[in-house]
């Protein structure tokens, strides 16, 4: 678990930083660097084509921790980083101009070598980001806070398709994002979603199925990678998707999606047997925090805990701008729900 909180570098700027980099009121820049073996720390930039270098630094979206932009600064504007289609064994990592214009992003040697930044490897969601020497040596790509604290800097890739979206005319593969180390070393690959009641009582959450039988509902880690977990529904024999779906309601409805295209209902169940909503809370940004709901309207929050008792945070995660963010089964997809390392955030 992190203590991402940083409200005296959020309220005092750095006096160092670029008009585009100086940080609004709940947001905290952190560098973008790869680290050897040894532990040099390299500095990880964007490159035109004329070789004119530009920062690349980590963004918390509002405030949030759990997921955070990674961003070229050039001419005082943020350019995302994404990797792009490529048939290379390895990913291509890439800024992208508003107007469609590729650039390079590349470590920094301190004897001027400029090394390949590339994703090398995927397992479930999650894509190893590398620098590359010539010697074909991988060193790490770290997020790392003004107070020392560092992040992962990783692939993220949400859908099955090739195409995972388009930014100013361009086509990407995945995301690149900043999020938590996960430290905890388990064996560990089915967790458990529970809702924690203020008093300490933990409610199972369960999906409904279609003649009022209580099903499971797990997080699965996929090759041991515990950075992002998939929320899975077991009805039937079967492993659903669980998802926030497009809706005008104050909350937003989460639910398990059948194979064709059934919905089915999520819940927290009491100890008296009650069921309780299980919803995504509006706010602004990636993350969307997912609770259960009394009937009295108090919010509980939902967890992943392994059989040997770690807990992760159970999220909505939204990763486009757009109202739809994907279809499954032909149901309309407002936002992901994963399971991701814990961050102790300001004003949650």
């Known amino acids: 678990m992190i203590n991402a909180c940083d409200k005296k570098q959020a309220e005092t700027p750095n006096k160092d930083a670029t008009a585009a980099e100086k940080p609004a009121a709940d947001e905290t820049i952190w560098h973008v660097k790869a680290i050897s073996p040894e532990g040099k720390i390299l500095d ?17 979206r509002n ?10 600064i050039k001419d005082g504007k943020k350019l995302p980083v994404k990797m792009l289609l490529s048939h290379d064994a390895n990913i291509p990592v890439k800024a992208i101009g508003e107007d469609g214009t590729i650039y390079d992003i590349k470590a920094l ?31 790490g790509i770290k997020a790392i806070s003004p107070e020392g604290h560092l992040y992962d800097v990783k692939g993220i890739k949400m859908l ?6 388009q930014i100013n005319g361009v086509n990407f593969y995945a995301h690149i994002k900043g999020i938590p ?27 409904i199925g279609k003649d009022g039988s209580l099903n499971n509902v797990k997080a699965i880690a996929k090759g041991q990678d515990m950075h ?56 602004p940004g990636n993350i969307l925090q997912l609770k259960a709901i009394s009937k009295e309207g108090d919010l509980y929050g939902v967890k992943a805990i392994s059989p040997s008792g770690n807990l992760m945070d159970v999220k909505g995660i939204k990763m486009v701008d757009d109202k739809v963010e994907m279809k499954v089964n032909g149901v309309d997809v407002y936002a992901h729900i994963k399971a ?9």
């Not at 990880?44 to 918390?60: C, E, H, Q, S, Y």
């Not at 405030?63 to 070229?72: S, T």
């Not at 905890?184 to 959450?205: F, M, Q, R, S, Y």
Request: glycine letters at 10%; one cysteine or more.
């Open 109 to 139: 040697t301190a004897d001027g070598a400029k090394l390949d930044v590339k994703g090398v490897g995927q397992v479930g969601n999650i894509i190893q980001v590398k620098a590359i020497t010539p010697s074909k040596e991988y060193f």
């Open 340 to 348: 991701i390392p814990m961050v102790m955030e300001c004003g949650l």
């Open 228 to 283: 992002m977990m998939d929320i899975k529904a077991f009805i039937g024999g079967k492993i659903l998707p669980v998802k926030m779906l497009v809706s005008d309601d104050e909350h937003i409805p989460v639910k398990a999606i059948g194979e064709d295209g059934t919905i089915y209902d999520i819940k927290a169940i009491t100890p008296e047997g009650d069921r309780l909503d299980v919803k995504g809370i509006r706010n």
């Open 44 to 60: 990880v930039k964007a490159l035109d084509k004329d070789g004119n270098i530009f920062d690349v630094k980590a963004f918390p």
């Open 63 to 72: 405030g949030d921790y759990h997921l955070m932009d990674i961003k070229a």
């Open 181 to 207: 180390q996960v430290f905890t070393a388990t064996e560990d690959t089915i967790w458990h979603i529970k809702a924690i009641h203020p008093n300490g009582k933990i409610l199972d959450v369960k999906a």
């Open 160 to 165: 099955k398709d090739s195409i995972e979206g």
